[in-house]
């Protein structure tokens, strides 16, 4: 079956850096985008980036521009974000999606990001 794992989260203080990983299973991985999506406490869902299949076209939300970076490794089955200078509004549950941006089929379990000093 279908499975999306993240991991990477935790606690960072204002201005460092996570880089979350996606390990997916149970579907060919290589042919389809991904996204990632996060949920701050007591907010909906916010697309944050999406990947192409082949990995080599990515779309951002404004909040993540210039500080988040999407990759992907079809040979290992998984997807990253890669978080710089992260702030307080960060902070919320990120997930990893299959499907571009609000066309998810199917996400993970999600991992905690608390920025705070």
């Known amino acids: 079956q279908v499975q999306l794992v993240e991991s990477g989260g935790g606690l960072v203080q204002p201005g460092g850096s996570l880089r979350l990983s996606c390990a997916a299973s149970?579907?060919?991985?290589?042919?389809?985008?991904m996204s990632w999506v996060r949920q701050a406490p007591g907010k909906g869902l916010e697309w944050v980036s999406d990947i192409n299949s082949g990995g080599d076209s990515s779309y951002y939300a404004d909040s993540a521009k210039g500080r988040f970076t999407i990759s992907r490794d079809n040979a290992k089955n998984t997807l990253y974000l890669q978080m710089n200078s992260l702030k307080p509004e960060d902070t919320a549950v990120y997930y990893c999606?299959?499907?571009?941006?609000?066309?998810?089929?199917?996400w993970g379990q999600g991992t905690q990001v608390t920025v705070s000093s």
């Open positions: 999606a299959i499907g571009p941006r609000e066309k998810y089929t199917y």
């Open positions: 149970g579907f060919t991985f290589s042919s389809y985008p």
